[in-house]
């Protein structure tokens, strides 16, 4: 699943994938509350405890209706993860009514480069890639009032420069992918959240940048860049084994090098981001097969535009009107509006507010985007208009996250 997208879901260097000097990288854990289409904006998530946050983005006063709910809400104790190819893991204030951040506290990592972070469904621990050589990949435990990280262990990932980790819907198995052999492993969740040695390391395909389960859990989709296609397996949630699909890949456009991949919250239709060709996807999702079948393409740029760009991460907006793909050359967030069967079209383009917008999350509620900037070391808070479709910054300083590669929000218990 994945950092809100997971922390939520929960979501790079510069160009490619796999190393800070050239490499690439998405996400978390945090399951968004129940939608109402009718409605048109996600039910504000309700929080069980901690403190709630003020005004200026700390964590004392009682905070107010996050940004486009709407209405007022329980208050809830969000905060944000950002972590990069640098030496610490930061937590981030988030403040709900203007969207504001301000940077809490870090913790030195267990590795050089944990380029992508994910925490699972309870918000209890945080799981992080070292995207090195000798890939590995660590657990911490959340402290549920700050949201400060306690580091418990780390193991293999099971292969070398993992770009990608998350942890599957039954919250018992970290899965992650390793961008430099093409290999995709499983981890088990033991019982104080820590991780044992992989369970299970599959050959899925040429840098393979991305492993991420469909809603139901049942089936497993790894985009692999190099080889211009996605894997696809069915998934033993009881074994965490992975089992290549009756069809075991649905092919891109040659060249089209397919990176990361999005479900629709209500529609079965998926969404992948291709790097190289910077184009998004749909695709019909057979949930009884567990196949994808292309039926849209669209550019990720604005029209005319004559660089270099790399796209690189997408998210699907909790209310499944609205579509988000991240630019690396153009540097600008995308946004797309989707219709009732979930076809695309281009709505605008904001900037990122940095250079090479590697990572970006969105709230539970999907009024606040924060991108990870990883060529100008930032993470910028913008807020979501889910009526308007527009993108605006949110008040404040961008947050200093060293090579940044990734933001994930998290809604502690």
């Not at 998530?45 to 486009?68: K, N």
């Not at 506290?105 to 309870?122: E, R």
């Not at 995308?334 to 383009?349: E, I």
Request: proline share 7%.
């Amino acid at each position: 699943m994945t950092f809100v997208a997971g922390l939520l879901a929960l979501s790079a260097p510069v160009v490619g994938c796999g190393s800070s000097s050239g490499g690439d990288y998405d996400a978390g854990v945090y399951i968004p509350p129940p939608y109402d289409a009718s409605e048109g904006s996600a039910d504000a998530p309700q929080g069980e405890g901690g403190a709630p946050m003020d005004s200026s983005g700390g964590v004392d006063a009682p905070s107010e209706a996050r940004a486009g709910d709407g209405e007022a809400g329980a208050p809830m104790h969000l905060v944000a993860y950002a972590s990069g190819y640098g030496p610490n893991i930061q937590w981030l204030s988030v403040n709900t009514t203007t969207g504001a951040t301000a940077s809490v506290g870090s913790v030195a990592s267990f590795g050089s480069s944990p380029s992508f972070l994910a925490v699972d469904a309870t918000a209890k621990h945080l799981y992080a890639v070292d995207e090195n050589a000798t890939g590995r990949v660590g657990a911490y435990a959340i402290e549920a009032a700050t949201g400060a990280l306690t580091f418990q262990n780390a193991v293999s990932s099971g292969g070398n420069g993992p770009p990608f980790v998350t942890v599957d819907g039954s919250g018992k198995w970290v899965l992650v992918a390793n961008y430099g052999d093409g290999t995709v492993s499983v981890l088990p969740i033991m019982g104080d959240g820590s991780l044992g040695a992989p369970v299970q390391t599959l050959s899925a395909g040429q840098e393979a940048h991305m492993i991420e389960p469909d809603p139901s859990n049942h089936f497993v989709f790894v985009p692999c860049l190099g080889a211009d296609y996605i894997a696809q397996y069915v998934f033993d949630a009881t074994t965490g084994k992975l089992t290549p699909n009756a069809k075991p890949t649905v092919a891109a456009a040659s060249g089209a090098g397919p990176r990361h991949i999005a479900f629709h919250p209500s529609l079965n239709v998926a969404y992948v981001v291709a790097e190289t060709a910077s184009t998004v996807t749909s695709y019909a999702f057979d949930t009884t097969a567990g196949t994808l079948s292309p039926t849209q393409t669209i550019s990720t740029l604005p029209s005319g535009f004559t660089g270099t760009n790399t796209a690189a991460e997408i998210h699907v907006h909790p209310s499944g009107k609205w579509l988000f793909a991240s630019n690396r050359g153009d540097d600008s967030i995308v946004v797309f509006a989707l219709d009732a069967a979930g076809a695309m079209t281009v709505h605008g383009f904001t900037k990122s507010g940095g250079t090479t917008p590697r990572d970006f999350s969105l709230d539970p509620s999907g009024a606040l985007l924060y991108a990870a900037n990883q060529g100008s070391g930032n993470v910028v808070p913008f807020v979501f208009d889910a009526a308007s479709g527009s993108l605006t910054a949110a008040p404040g300083s961008p947050i200093s996250v060293t090579m940044a590669s990734f933001v994930g929000f998290a809604a502690l218990p």
